[in-house]
């Protein structure tokens, strides 16, 4: 009896695999992205190469990390880049990945005397020594590929002790053992399975950059993200010349650290103030502002956060938020209208993080209810003070993580005194702190008449 093939579909955004084709993915919900599967042998089964081992009897060596030369690019990472460890970045398209690691593997190159491998798969090799000689990262020992072909890449490798090597981009090549146009899913899945092979038998560092959809997220298989030790995400805005690198995911270090890259015209170049970028340090009192020292990872940033109280003539007021979710700005609200007896029925409430910054530190809340009193009172704050705690339904103020490093960078930046939770057993030098243990009793002293 004749054998019956069924054909299968597979969704080009989630990886999904179903025997029926319809206009929409049964997963994702995603309208035009089934296509057909195509058919790959399955690898032979290999004898196992060692049994179960005790965890406490093993081995364990902390990673030799290779540094970039980038400060901010090494601290994202978690101290630089692993051998043998393979990382995956991503971010829209002109936002600066190609320079970014073009001027990494430069950098590599040029500080440490070692061979770097660049492989090119979207732009011609007059393109990337243009910009190399733009940013200047032109190195004897930086070597460039520039091509498609995945296999005549990586045969590259052989006989030249390279560092560590970056693909530009796993979406451009091809692997000749698996059919399909680049970018497809089977050629994403078997270019990076390719890639972190040869990174594990080489024992060296390696990057590749990722396209991403409409939808900022990266392009192909969610498997991609799975299979590579590290995801950075390279953003910014259009009308901005910074740029930010944060980690989705690192096997080797936090994802919670913050880099922030200005771009120039002779490429990136890391921001040491950062928080320079969200203050503009006026010392002009004016009612609806309130700062505060927030933590993204290990970096403190001054953040100033504006509320602006207007009355309005509807019967459902409005609420408008940037910079701190909305339903935690209409939180705080509540806590302000129930436990401080003030109004807020009757005016809408705009709140903004100057500077286009997004906190979703908890430190923010204390600052986020003395901006939105301020404004409804028409009352300034006391200058030169910063707000640093998490307020609870019950208008209790509580302690806020690693408050010395943010007084610190409090007492750098020149405040003079700092609202803190009452809980908080803190002292500290140049800043006189004010503690506090209802948002009421913050707001009653610390609002001018």
Request: aromatic fraction near 6%; proline fraction near 5%; charged fraction near 20%.
């Amino acid at each position: 009896m004749a054998s019956t093939h069924i054909t299968k579909y597979i969704c080009t955004e989630c990886g999904h695999t179903t025997t029926t084709k319809t206009g929409k993915c049964p997963f994702c919900n995603s309208w035009g992205t089934l296509e057909p599967a195509e058919d790959t042998p399955k690898p032979a089964r290999k004898s196992p190469a060692s049994r179960a081992k005790v965890i406490s009897a093993l081995e364990v060596r902390a990673p030799e990390r290779l540094s970039t030369g980038i400060n901010e690019l090494d601290r994202v990472l978690g101290g630089g880049l692993v051998p043998g460890g393979v990382a995956l970045i991503g971010g829209q398209p002109g936002i600066g990945k190609s320079t970014l690691l073009l001027q990494a593997a430069g950098s590599v190159a040029r500080n440490y005397g070692v061979p770097v491998l660049y492989i090119s798969g979207e732009e011609s090799e007059a393109q990337v020594a243009l910009r190399a000689s733009r940013i200047n990262t032109a190195s004897e020992k930086l070597y460039l590929y520039s091509g498609s072909e995945l296999d005549e890449a990586l045969s590259s490798l052989d006989g030249n002790n390279f560092a560590f090597f970056v693909l530009d981009s796993v979406q451009a090549m091809t692997a000749d053992s698996n059919s399909g146009w680049p970018g497809s899913i089977n050629q994403v899945r078997e270019v990076a399975q390719r890639v972190i092979d040869a990174a594990r038998a080489k024992n060296i560092p390696a990057v590749l950059i990722g396209h991403i959809t409409k939808d900022g997220k990266l392009a192909g298989p969610m498997i991609l993200e799975h299979m590579v030790d590290t995801v950075l995400n390279f953003s910014g805005d259009n009308y901005s010349s910074y740029r930010m690198l944060r980690a989705v995911k690192n096997r080797y270090g936090s994802t919670d650290e913050l880099g922030i890259f200005e771009m120039r015209e002779d490429g990136l170049h890391p921001v040491t103030d950062k928080s320079g970028l969200y203050w503009n340090r006026d010392d002009v009192s004016v009612p609806g502002v309130a700062m505060t020292i927030a933590l993204e990872g290990s970096t403190p940033l001054a953040a100033e956060i504006q509320t602006l109280a207007a009355r309005t003539v509807f019967p459902y007021p409005r609420r408008t938020s940037r910079g701190i979710e909305l339903n935690r700005f209409q939180l705080l609200t509540a806590v302000i209208d129930r436990r401080c007896s003030i109004a807020t029925g009757s005016h809408d409430l705009y709140i903004n993080v100057a500077g286009g910054l997004t906190l979703q530190d908890p430190s923010a809340d204390l600052p986020a209810c003395a901006a939105i009193a301020s404004a409804l009172k028409n009352a300034p704050l006391q200058p030169g003070t910063c707000w640093l705690g998490e307020v609870g339904l019950a208008g209790e103020i509580r302690p806020v993580s690693r408050i010395d490093l943010r007084l610190k960078e409090a007492a750098r930046l020149g405040f003079h005194s700092a609202v803190v939770s009452s809980r908080e057993k803190v002292r500290f030098d140049g800043i006189k702190i004010i503690p506090v243990s209802h948002i009421d009793e913050a707001l009653a002293g610390l609002l001018l008449k």
